[in-house]
């Protein structure tokens, strides 16, 4: 029997996947073609899923250290053995050093344990609980918050003319909802792509542009592209009057930069400044 559902636990996308199944065992994991985000295709990540449920060397059951830390010795205890070891030593922590002196720390969280960890910490007064957030999926939310007023994805199926690749490398890691297989659809389509990163990835093989700047000087390259948009009128007059604020400043602003100051920064050449922005600014969409 084949069960039609999507990856909730491995990535934030939520692909479509085509699982089978045979005597109550999933023996295959395949992606969906019918899904309008992934349309097939799906990560290694998505097909090891059955390792996650079937693998030997899967944790079942709680286990406790016998013998010296590192000799790799355990035996198996009950949950409510483990529980009342866990909940004794959070105990004993706060009474002796107070909430503040426990940490709750998670990788990347897929579903709603996140909001569990939070809810304990919170009835313990705990006031650290880390999780890689800060430095992953936030970061991205809210300079796109602050940016665009909500949280971007390529429309891909209405094709860009132009993708900008900042940083970013799909073929190895998609963000939410910018599938890698969607891009390379695109690009078999004629999409002109512009990579920006110091390292010359697959994409940037691909690219029509690969802008190899100097590591940490984006922000300065930035500021480049945007003098070359402003100063030859490449930008949407139309839409910069209705949506934006603060044009004019930056206008100002950008009068103090000039390219070739931009190009000793960046370690990249003026002409390929232009021609980025030139790209950007005539290709429609992008």
Same mark, same amino acid.
């Given at each position: 029997?084949? =069960?039609?559902?999507?990856?909730?636990?491995?990535?934030?996308?939520?692909?479509?996947?085509?699982? @089978?199944?045979?005597?109550?065992?999933?023996?295959?994991? &395949?992606?969906?073609?019918?899904? #309008?985000?992934?349309?097939?295709?799906?990560?290694?990540?998505?097909?090891?899923?059955?390792?996650?449920?079937?693998? !030997?060397?899967?944790?079942? =059951?709680?286990?406790?250290?016998?013998?010296?830390?590192? &000799?790799?010795?355990?035996?198996?205890?009950?949950?409510?053995?483990?529980?009342?070891? $866990?909940?004794?030593?959070? +105990?004993? /922590?706060?009474?002796?050093?107070? !909430?503040?002196?426990?940490?709750?720390?998670?990788?990347?969280? +897929?579903?709603?344990?996140?909001?569990?960890?939070?809810?304990?910490?919170?009835?313990?007064?705990? #006031?650290?609980?880390?999780? #890689?957030?800060?430095?992953? @999926?936030?970061?991205?939310?809210? /300079?796109?918050?602050?940016?665009?007023?909500?949280?971007?994805?390529?429309? =891909?199926?209405?094709?860009?003319?132009?993708?900008?690749?900042?940083?970013?490398?799909?073929?190895?890691?998609?963000?939410?909802?910018?599938?890698?297989?969607?891009?390379?659809?695109?690009?078999?389509?004629?999409? +002109?792509?512009?990579?920006?990163? !110091?390292?010359?990835?697959?994409?940037?093989?691909?690219? %029509? $542009?690969?802008?190899?700047?100097?590591?940490?000087?984006?922000? /300065?390259?930035?500021?480049?592209?945007?003098? *070359?948009?402003?100063?030859?009128?490449? =930008?949407?007059?139309?839409? *910069? %009057? %209705?949506?934006?604020?603060?044009?004019?400043?930056?206008?100002? %602003?950008?009068?103090?930069?000039?390219?070739?100051?931009?190009?000793?920064?960046?370690?990249?050449? +003026?002409?390929?400044?232009?021609? /980025?922005?030139?790209?950007?600014?005539?290709?429609?969409?992008?």
């Amino acid at each position: 029997m084949i =069960y039609k559902t999507f990856c909730a636990r491995m990535d934030h996308g939520g692909c479509g996947i085509l699982v @089978h199944v045979e005597e109550g065992r999933i023996v295959k994991i &395949e992606g969906d073609p019918e899904s #309008p985000l992934n349309r097939g295709t799906l990560c290694a990540k998505g097909i090891a899923q059955i390792e996650r449920l079937d693998h !030997p060397d899967r944790l079942l =059951y709680p286990m406790k250290r016998k013998g010296a830390r590192g &000799e790799g010795k355990w035996e198996r205890i009950s949950w409510d053995e483990a529980l009342t070891i $866990l909940s004794g030593k959070i +105990k004993k /922590a706060i009474e002796s050093e107070g !909430p503040q002196s426990i940490a709750f720390a998670q990788g990347t969280p +897929k579903g709603l344990e996140l909001f569990l960890l939070l809810r304990l910490a919170n009835l313990l007064r705990v #006031p650290n609980l880390s999780t #890689p957030g800060n430095v992953c @999926h936030m970061p991205r939310e809210t /300079a796109s918050h602050l940016t665009c007023g909500f949280f971007p994805i390529p429309d =891909y199926d209405h094709s860009p003319a132009c993708v900008v690749l900042w940083g970013s490398n799909l073929l190895q890691t998609n963000e939410e909802g910018i599938i890698g297989s969607q891009l390379l659809r695109i690009l078999k389509n004629g999409t +002109k792509l512009i990579v920006i990163d !110091p390292r010359k990835t697959g994409l940037a093989s691909r690219a %029509h $542009l690969w802008l190899r700047l100097k590591p940490g000087t984006d922000l /300065a390259l930035a500021l480049g592209i945007l003098k *070359v948009l402003i100063d030859e009128e490449l =930008y949407d007059h139309d839409f *910069v %009057h %209705h949506w934006t604020k603060g044009f004019e400043e930056l206008k100002d %602003h950008l009068k103090s930069f000039d390219l070739d100051r931009i190009s000793d920064t960046t370690w990249l050449p +003026k002409e390929q400044s232009l021609e /980025a922005a030139n790209l950007i600014g005539k290709t429609k969409p992008t």
